[in-house]
């Protein structure tokens, strides 16, 4: 997708190591490839940049979804430490577990009318057009970045019920499947709540929203958006102490962690 903030991305990789880091599907618009080839530099960058952390020894797991539903003909396979999977369980440092995978699966309109979700692919793209001309609008008056899709996401009353039902189909499979919790993306629109009597996490986009999840050290999750600050390395991380150690040299210090 042209519009994908790739380059933040890439700087949130390199800000953040894992044991295992979960690509929950939409990564790569394979709808919009089928049309037209657009690969930038950008692009190239994350993959060396997820590859580096998997030959490091960090896990991956691929969770296709349906615009890069191509990729569900590998499901099952291994590629090194790179796994592609429908679904997973995670459990977290605290014991608890979580449901994992993309969710366009519990969405009907992507199950039994593909056509229709193609024009809500196509509403979605003119609503990011729109997007940057406003945003253009906006840094030349000194105003910050401002979502079209994701204040119609909060004010429509019909996107609001969709986003509603999503996360009632999600919470139903996680407590069918046993577990404490469900990740999942799809839908878009970043969120972390228990309303539903699980722990429902959202991972949101790197479009508009620059969202990821991730769990700390003592098994909680945060929601992280990197549009709205640029967290600093605390500490050199596992990957660069790998690194390290190959080359024969490790680093002389290590600042102390972060507030």
Same mark, same amino acid.
């Given at each position: ?29 394979? /709808? !919009? ?31 296709? @979804? &349906?615009?890069?539903? =191509? ?8 590629? @090194? ?21 993309? @969710?366009?699966? =519990?969405?009907?309109?992507?199950? &039994?009318?593909? /056509? ?12 990011? $057009?729109?997007? #940057?001309? #406003?945003? /253009?609008?906006?840094? $030349? ?16 009353? &019909? ?6 039902? =999503? ?7 996680? $407590? ?6 469900? #990740?999942?993306? *799809?839908? *878009?629109?970043?969120?972390? *709540?228990? !309303?539903?009597?699980? *722990?429902?996490?959202?991972? @949101? ?32 991380? $596992? ?21």
């Amino acid at each position: 997708m042209r519009a994908a903030r790739t380059g933040q991305l890439a700087d949130f990789l390199r800000a953040h190591d894992a044991d295992t880091i979960y690509l929950v599907g939409d990564i790569v618009d394979g /709808w !919009r490839l089928a049309k037209s080839w657009h690969w930038p530099g950008d692009y190239h960058t994350v993959v060396e940049l997820l590859i580096a952390k998997a030959l490091a020894g960090t896990r991956i797991v691929v969770l296709p @979804g &349906n615009h890069d539903e =191509f990729l569900r003909e590998y499901l099952g396979t291994y590629f @090194g430490e790179v796994q592609f999977v429908d679904r997973t369980i995670h459990t977290s440092a605290q014991g608890k577990t979580y449901l994992v995978m993309h @969710g366009d699966q =519990f969405d009907v309109v992507v199950i &039994n009318a593909k /056509w229709l979700a193609h024009v809500g692919d196509w509403a979605y793209r003119a609503a990011l $057009r729109v997007n #940057i001309f #406003i945003n /253009w609008i906006r840094r $030349r008056l000194g105003f910050t970045y401002w979502s079209l899709s994701a204040w119609a996401k909060h004010k429509v009353k &019909n996107a609001v019920s969709v986003i509603g039902r =999503f996360e009632e189909a999600l919470a139903l499979e996680a $407590r069918e499947s046993g577990v404490d919790g469900v #990740i999942c993306g *799809h839908i *878009h629109y970043a969120d972390m *709540h228990e !309303r539903l009597g699980i *722990h429902y996490i959202n991972t @949101g986009d790197w479009v508009e929203s620059c969202t990821a999840v991730v769990e700390t050290h003592e098994g909680t999750f945060e929601l992280v958006r990197w549009i709205d600050q640029n967290h600093p390395v605390r500490r050199p991380g $596992r990957l660069a102490r790998l690194r390290a150690r190959a080359a024969g040299t490790q680093p002389e210090s290590e600042p102390a962690p972060g507030p």
